[in-house]
């Protein structure tokens, strides 16, 4: 998406779009090492922005210093003193949501009179309808310009195959690196590949008594993967659950 509205400006964005990457601390390696290429080769300033108490609800930071352990997030659910689960998805409002909106605010730019740009498919039709549906609700002002476009996967696979660098990760995996909303069959496969993975999903349960997913705590998705390494689980082909338009309404709800 970023690419096309490059091109679509002959290689260079209008002084009042601004790029911006909320990191949670629990994305993926490979993705911020994906987010500093696009920026890097195409020329764009990133603004990275995390998550911090208190106002404005966010810290400009960099590829280099940018959280890596979960950090972020860790201090959310402490202030919280539980976690969000499949009831309360609030990691995707505070993490993502409320410092994108306040990096805004910072700029000048009051709520509702700015648009935000969301790279949804044509083909996920359903999730731009949502989108709509919520900014509208939330007065937000939102555009998706690949639906428009009637951009699909695989006109997105096509593109990037043509490129010099991707974002290196299976389908499957996603850029937060064990998300619970992911269903147990691809968490353990993703265990599976890196079992270190889940240590830190497992200490947060183990730090305030709850749980993510009702139905499986990660320390038990971990003994399941020891157990039976090489067993196969049934796997929902729908990857992109994760930091979903769903999450950032029923939190904002």
């Not at 009637?150 to 997105?156: C, E, L, Q, R, Y």
Request: aromatic letters at 12%.
């Amino acid at each position: 998406m970023l690419h096309e509205i490059l091109r679509a400006h002959d290689g260079k964005l209008p002084d009042d779009v601004i790029v911006a990457f909320a990191n949670t601390g629990k994305e993926r390696e490979e993705t911020l090492r994906f987010v500093y290429e696009c920026g890097s080769r195409w020329g764009v300033q990133v603004h990275w922005l995390e998550w911090r108490r208190g106002k404005p609800s966010f810290e400009e930071v960099g590829f280099n210093s940018a959280s890596r352990n979960g950090e972020p997030f860790a201090e959310l659910v402490k202030g919280k003193s539980y976690l969000p689960n499949w009831q309360a998805r609030f990691c995707t409002q505070h993490l993502k949501i409320e410092v994108l909106n306040d990096f805004a605010a910072s700029l000048g730019w009051p709520s509702g009179e700015y648009s935000e740009v969301i790279g949804l498919r044509y083909d996920e039709g359903m999730r731009t309808l949502k989108g709509l549906e919520n900014a509208e609700k939330f007065n937000r002002r939102c555009l998706y310009p690949l639906s428009k476009a009637k951009i699909t996967k695989a006109d997105v696979m096509a593109f990037w195959a043509d490129q010099p660098f991707d974002l290196g990760l299976e389908p499957w995996e996603g850029n937060c690196d064990l998300c619970f909303l992911k269903g147990r069959g691809l968490r353990k496969r993703i265990i599976r590949d890196n079992p270190r993975r889940a240590d830190w999903w497992a200490e947060q349960e183990r730090l305030t008594g709850g749980f993510f997913d009702r139905r499986d705590r990660y320390a038990a998705l971990l003994n399941e993967v020891r157990r039976s390494p090489e067993l196969f689980d049934p796997q929902n082909e729908e990857y992109d659950t994760e930091c979903g338009l769903h999450c950032a309404a029923e939190a904002a709800e």
